[in-house]
């Protein structure tokens, strides 16, 4: 059906930058809001940013000014540019969207989630 499929991440020393994509693949009639949500060593996952299909954007407190999202609405994908790294935004990201599959699909509502990828910054 559809999946999503994340790049970047790595290494940073702090204070450096980092950028994460994702791009969702497949049967897709409509993609609906797309979010990045991160989950350190022993912590519960948590919602890093938001952004609606109309582009309006929603930040966890902890990122305000240091990240930005965007996404391209015409290749269905959602980046988010890391700058001004923390030690403490060390952590495993992931990739979230809502949307609707194909018609060869009927447009079942989909939740989704990308593999993960690590980002982890030195001090």
């Known amino acids: 059906q559809v999946q999503l499929v994340e790049s970047g991440g790595g290494s940073a020393r702090a204070g450096g930058s980092l950028s994460l994509s994702c791009e969702a693949r497949?049967?897709?009639?409509?993609?609906?809001?797309m979010s990045w949500h991160r989950q350190a060593p022993g912590m519960e996952r948590e919602l890093v940013a938001s952004i609606t299909s109309s582009g309006t954007s929603n930040y966890a407190d902890s990122v305000k000014g240091r990240f930005t999202i965007s996404r391209d609405n015409a290749k269905n994908t959602v980046s988010l540019q890391m700058n001004g790294l923390k030690p403490e935004d060390t952590a495993v990201y992931y990739c979230?969207?809502?949307?609707?599959?194909?018609?060869?699909?009927?447009?079942?509502?989909?939740?989704?989630w990308g593999q993960g990828t690590r980002v982890t910054v030195s001090s």
């Open positions: 979230y969207a809502e949307a609707q599959a194909g018609s060869d699909y009927l447009h079942k509502y989909l939740e989704l």
């Open positions: 497949g049967s897709i009639y409509r993609m609906y809001v």
